[in-house]
Structure formats: structure tokens, C-alpha cells
């Protein structure tokens, strides 16, 4: 998944990684073997990433 806020979080304002879980409030992705867990008001973007 590719995942673009609104507002940087360290410093980054894009993310790519595995969707690992998801709800109605919170967005989980695996990037380079950490979980991180976006809340959704701050996803701006969210869309699949394909790795060829």
C-alpha cells in the first residue's frame, strides 16, 4: 500500500509498505519489517503499490 498524509511524520509524508491491518479508525502497514498505524483522519491518500 501507498500511504500519503496530510501532515510529515518523521520528517515523511509518504509510506510504502504491506497492509497488515485495517479498521474504522486505524491503517496498519509493514514497511521494511516495522508495523506502522496510521489514524484515519491523518491519510490523505491511500492506495495499492505494485512491486514488479
Do not use: C, S
Request: net charge negative; hydrophobic share 40%.
Amino acid at each position: 500500500m501507498e500511504v500519503r498524509l496530510y501532515r510529515a511524520r518523521e520528517k515523511r509524508k509518504e509510506f510504502t509498505g504491506m497492509l497488515k491491518a485495517f479498521d474504522g479508525n486505524t491503517v496498519t502497514i509493514e514497511e521494511e519489517g516495522t508495523e506502522i498505524i496510521f489514524e484515519r483522519p491523518e491519510i490523505a491518500l491511500i492506495r495499492l503499490a505494485f512491486d514488479f
